[in-house]
């Protein structure tokens, strides 16, 4: 089960592949500064990664104020606010409630500020709905309000509709709505408009407000976005931080409040204004200088004429045609690359030319929806704008062509971002000749793809994937049979859309092959089993079920365990997986899925592994997996390759008991299989469904009834029932206690589904010899293993069965789901 640890990993694997590619942790080697040029490993770059926006931070003034500062009051004055403040700290709140126009507290970070604010503030009677995209500082100081009592929820990113609704169920008490001013990735603004006509029906709504980058380059006395938009009245129930340490260019953030007396209960028991260290002397003097200069008469000038650099670039960037992803006048410039390999090369590339610009990539953007994020300064000229935008222009589609993608791509990557603009044509500016832009060598490769096996070379799929699992062609046959074609696939708990994926070399050789099914999921499928049961609590009152569940694409099926990627290393296999992932991220785009997945991959692909992060995938851990192998030609073989531990419980356990039944073996589509009487069936699924309800690690939606019947059809399974002979044959049972579908070969048996009569399990170990019966199947077949799957370790472990680490690569479009479950995780006491 991925646990927080396997996220912070999962985390750390996406951003060392950058810093491997030479493009995070970056390290800045001049010996001074002048806001315009770094270096980085040697070369001379513009600076487009700079939040600094009015390029103040080599202000001739601001340097003096620190210097001043320094000289009069040393490098640091160290004691708690609590106790004493040094002398610049009055002066400073002061003339930063002059810039801001209400009550301001210095914080020694935008961060500690909303720590010590948002539990301050926020009660136990309160309700406090974050923004999806709200920066992660305040999501992290919302851990601390939900901590204290506070009801927090995560909204979709600017739903107002939602926002509304929550407002009405919560009529007699106070809700925030923590937002972002501007958005630090694709640039775009608050509703402030709407929040304005919602605050006015609403008198229960109240804003907390991050605008940390709009402060400065923005707004009367550079005060900000939301200061400036937001009428008194609504400012009235608003708290807005801003930072101090970008467009400000000093240190440590600002909270600046409705009324005097939250700002002075916060400076009172705000936890780190209490416990943490200040900002010092130095500091505080550029914090005074720069409030002063914010104040002057040039700023108005120096805002306009940084709005004349932001328009030029959208003017440039707009007639090259490539994509910026927000239409906003903000410093922020974000130009859409799509997936995250496409964004390295993109900013790589950049360099080449000069440019020092940031790689967004997932976790701050969506996996396919990464980019290069420009900033704009003061710092720049005229020129250097011209000259990046045509970088850009040269470049983007440069790099799609290195890493195999297509304009296409990119319009379904961001279709939402820039629905309504004119088309994207990212080439349409031609490289000039003294730059040639190289493009990928054509590898003659071939994408087959079609919807049903029925179209498959059934013996040559089977040669490529049949052996790994239930998903031979006549596996296949049987589950398109009872899945495909029942309703809207990922909409529909049983409707699934199949596409079956082959490439091939210029010589036919199949290069790549695997299956996809585009489903719904639960979103807590391999949460923790005390998760599943909270959200199982709420879903059944939400969403008519559907809460916490996503369509999701993802290789294989959701009845299909094992390794369902074939790939020859011998050719261009890399080609050929980039080929199936655009067709998976083509079937995501036409689901409206959440994540393109591939499930079950081995550990130990190194090489894999490397290639999927630098797509933009994510590597999670899934459930292990179990299998036997089958050396043995009687018991006694079978219970000598066994612990003394494991052969004692065989021997008194599951051997034992096995005589205790009446164990049948029915072969699919055979007349014995096709005579099993509906109301014996409809007592299997029965049996299946007691042992659903007891899955919560592994939290699926029930298999349909009519699977049962389909397997039964089929050859490619068996049906093993367990009776007990003293039970009543005439009754609807007809003496089973158990049962397993198994998925047979000659390679293989897997079992796939079982249902169990929970009064016998203990009793009689009808569970075990469940398990037992795969071996004998795998015996009678001459099989060379039983791939036992995943669950119930103990048990299969006990029959000498492997663990198989396996793992899963997930591309996420839209993670909203999956954060409201870790934030519900949160909430939940681990047993």
């Not at 639960?522 to 879903?539: F, G, T």
């Not at 079950?600 to 997996?625: C, I, Y």
Request: hydrophobic share 45%; net charge negative.
């Amino acid at each position: 089960m991925a646990t927080h640890e396997d996220l912070l990993t999962a985390v750390d694997e996406v951003i060392s592949d950058g810093v491997r590619r030479g493009l995070l942790h970056n390290h800045v080697e001049d010996d001074e500064l002048d806001g315009r040029l770094v270096t980085v490993e040697g070369r001379r770059l513009v600076n487009f990664g700079s939040c600094s926006y009015l390029g103040l931070e080599t202000d001739p003034r601001m340097k003096a104020a620190v210097r001043d500062a320094v000289d009069r009051f040393g490098t640091q004055f160290s004691s708690s606010r609590t106790y004493a403040s040094a002398p610049l700290y009055r002066v400073a709140e002061e003339e930063l409630a002059e810039v801001f126009g209400r009550p301001v507290i210095v914080a020694p970070s935008t961060s500690i500020g909303h720590i010590a604010t948002m539990p301050t503030l926020m009660n136990s009677r309160d309700v406090l709905l974050l923004d999806h995209q709200v920066h992660h500082s305040v999501q992290t100081a919302a851990t601390l309000v939900q901590a204290g009592g506070t009801q927090v929820e995560l909204i979709p990113h600017c739903d107002l509709r939602v926002l509304e609704q929550r407002l009405e169920t919560h009529r007699d008490r106070r809700v925030w709505y923590a937002t972002d001013g501007l958005y630090s990735m694709y640039a775009d603004f608050f509703p402030a408009r709407e929040l304005e006509e919602l605050a006015a029906r609403y008198d229960n709504l109240w804003l907390y407000v991050d605008d940390a980058h709009s402060a400065s380059w923005t707004g009367t006395h550079g005060r900000g976005y939301a200061l400036e938009q937001l009428s008194p009245a609504t400012l009235a129930r608003t708290v807005v931080a801003a930072s101090l340490n970008k467009s400000f260019a000093a240190a440590g953030g600002a909270i600046t409040f409705p009324d005097e007396e939250s700002r002075r209960l916060v400076a009172s028991v705000g936890g780190p204004l209490i416990f943490s260290g200040p900002i010092q002397p130095p500091m505080l003097g550029a914090i005074v200088a720069s409030a002063r200069l914010h104040r002057s008469p040039e700023l108005p000038a120096r805002q306009e004429l940084l709005r004349s650099r932001i328009r030029l670039f959208n003017s440039l960037a707009a007639e090259a045609g490539f994509p910026v992803v927000a239409e906003s006048e903000a410093p922020i410039r974000f130009v859409g690359a799509g997936v995250t390999s496409v964004a390295y090369r993109l900013t790589a590339r950049m360099r080449d030319a000069g440019f020092f610009v940031n790689t967004a990539a997932f976790p701050a953007v969506p996996a396919k929806r990464a980019g290069a994020r420009l900033a704009l300064t003061l710092h720049h000229s005229e020129e250097d704008i011209a000259e990046v935008v045509d970088a850009l222009a040269r470049n983007l589609p440069a790099a799609m062509a290195d890493e195999g993608a297509t304009v296409d791509d990119l319009r379904r990557a961001f279709a939402r971002q820039l629905r309504g603009r004119d088309e994207i044509q990212p080439d349409r500016r031609p490289a000039p000749p003294a730059v040639p832009v190289p493009r990928a060598a054509p590898s003659g490769l071939r994408l087959e793809h079609v919807r049903s096996i029925a179209d498959v070379d059934a013996a040559e799929w089977d040669a490529l994937l049949g052996h790994r699992g239930a998903f031979d062609a006549a596996g296949l046959r049987a589950l398109e049979e009872v899945f495909a074609a029942r309703g809207v696939p990922g909409q529909d708990e049983d409707a699934w859309a199949f596409s079956y994926l082959v490439v091939r070399d210029d010589d036919g050789t199949p290069v790549a092959a695997t299956f996809l099914t585009t489903a719904l999921w639960k979103d807590d499928m391999l949460s923790p089993a005390h998760i599943s049961l909270e959200v199982e609590r709420r879903r059944g009152g939400e969403d008519g079920g559907r809460f916490l569940t996503s369509p999701m694409v993802g290789t294989g099926s959701l009845l299909t365990e094992g390794d369902h990627l074939y790939l020859d290393r011998t050719r261009d296999w890399q080609g050929a997986l980039r080929l199936i992932l655009q067709a998976a991220r083509v079937e995501e785009d036409a689901a409206g899925a959440a994540a393109v997945v591939l499930r079950d991959l081995p550990d130990g692909d190194d090489e894999l592994h490397t290639f999927l992060l630098g797509e933009g995938l994510l590597r999670l851990p899934v459930p292990d997996s179990w299998a036997r192998e089958v050396r043995f030609a009687d018991d006694e073989e079978f219970l000598a390759g066994l612990t003394r531990k494991h052969r004692y419980h065989q021997r008194t356990r599951v051997l034992a008991r096995e005589s205790a039944f009446s164990v049948q073996v029915l072969e699919g589509g055979t007349p014995e299989a096709a005579a099993l009487p509906a109301l014996v069936r409809d007592h299997l699924y029965e049996l299946y469904r007691a042992v659903h309800g007891h899955a919560f690690e592994l939290n699926v939606f029930p298999l349909p009834r009519r699977l049962l019947d389909a397997v039964l059809a089929s050859p490619a399974f068996e049906l093993v029932l367990l009776r007990l002979p003293e039970l009543s044959a005439g009754d609807t049972s007809d003496g089973v206690v158990g049962f397993a579908v198994q998925h047979v070969t000659d390679d293989h048996v897997a079992p796939v589904f079982v249902g169990l009569d929970y009064d016998y399990v203990p009793t009689h170990s009808s569970y075990q010899v469940l398990l037992l019966q795969a071996l004998r199947s795998a015996q009678r077949r001459g099989a060379r293993l039983v791939r036992f799957g995943m669950g119930a370790d103990l048990q299969k472990a006990r029959f000498g069965a492997r663990r198989e680490k396996r793992w899963a690569y997930v591309a996420a479009s839209e993670t909203y789901n999956a954060d409201v479950l870790a934030h519900l995780a949160e909430s939940v006491p681990t047993p």
